[in-house]
């Protein structure tokens, strides 16, 4: 039996809502130091991410709490309080994926988000 030279596997999928029109994509490599829990907070848009190396705690409200470990895949929707992205005793590096309309920047805000999404 002969290898494949290139395989291909969906390992997340999102829906976004129907009213995102992506103008541009900013690419972030983020480092939290060990220990350290930045806190709640939200997005002016939708995040996709994949841990290089280390693990954090992931919660996005109102779902469960999960660790994600290098290679895991992850999603904060826009408008959405995220709990926590707190970095575990290793810390955690990983490449985030900000899709954004032509003119707006991502942004993170801290706190809860005064205005959950539909």
């Known amino acids: 039996m002969e290898s494949q030279p290139i395989?291909?596997?969906i390992v997340d999928h999102h829906v976004l809502?129907?009213?995102l029109t992506i103008g541009h994509?900013?690419?972030r490599r983020i480092s939290i130091a060990p220990g350290v829990t930045p806190g709640a907070h939200?997005?002016?848009g939708p995040v996709f991410g994949v841990i290089e190396r280390g693990s954090a705690r992931l919660q996005v409200?109102?779902?469960a709490e999960r660790v994600l470990v290098a290679g895991d895949t992850f999603f904060e929707p826009a408008d959405t309080t995220i709990t926590r992205?707190?970095?575990t005793d290793e810390g955690v590096?990983?490449?985030a994926?900000?899709?954004m309309p032509s003119g707006v920047e991502p942004d993170l805000i801290m706190g809860r988000t005064p205005h959950p999404a539909p």
């Open 85 to 87: 992205f707190d970095a």
């Open 42 to 44: 939200w997005h002016n």
């Open 17 to 19: 809502a129907s009213s």
């Open 93 to 95: 590096t990983f490449l």
């Open 7 to 9: 395989t291909r596997a």
């Open 97 to 99: 994926w900000f899709p």
């Open 61 to 63: 409200a109102p779902d």
């Open 25 to 27: 994509v900013e690419v």
